[in-house]
């Protein structure tokens, strides 16, 4: 069972910047991702990254604002939020997707993850 606990979350003013992390237990790395849920609204793909971290994916509404990385060394993936809006909005969840041998590959799709993280709250003020 792998663990993944979120931190970072918090208020920031719109246009400001907040920047998460998920760390996951456990010395095995996976492809990760990020997605969010603002009240009312169904979960949103944010970002995905590969298990090597050499292949990432956005979804449209963070792309050219958003940035994701890891570092393997610590099991950890990050979520640099840059020009946040209002629409921003919502309690962001780390997920890994388990055991797989292709290393670089990413997924977009919540069912293709295995793990998820409690999940942390994003608040952009306007």
């Known amino acids: 069972q792998v663990q993944l606990v979120e931190s970072g979350g918090g208020l920031v003013q719109a246009g400001g910047s907040l920047s998460l992390s998920c760390a996951a237990s456990?010395?095995?790395?996976?492809?990760m991702g990020w997605f969010r849920q603002a009240p009312g609204k169904e979960r949103e793909f944010v970002a995905a990254?590969?298990?090597?971290?050499?292949?990432?994916d956005y979804g449209d509404s963070v792309k050219g604002r958003f940035t994701i990385s890891r570092d393997n060394a610590k099991n950890t993936v990050y979520l640099q939020m840059n020009s946040l809006r209002p629409e921003d909005t919502a309690v962001y969840y780390c997920?890994?997707?388990?055991?797989?041998?292709?290393?670089?590959?990413?997924?977009?799709?919540?069912?293709?993850?295995?793990?998820w993280g409690q999940g942390t709250q994003v608040t952009v003020s306007s």
């Open positions: 997920a890994a997707a388990g055991p797989t041998p292709y290393s670089g590959r990413y997924y977009s799709q919540s069912g293709q993850y295995r793990y």
């Open positions: 990254i590969s298990r090597s971290g050499g292949s990432t």
């Open positions: 456990g010395r095995s790395t996976y492809a």
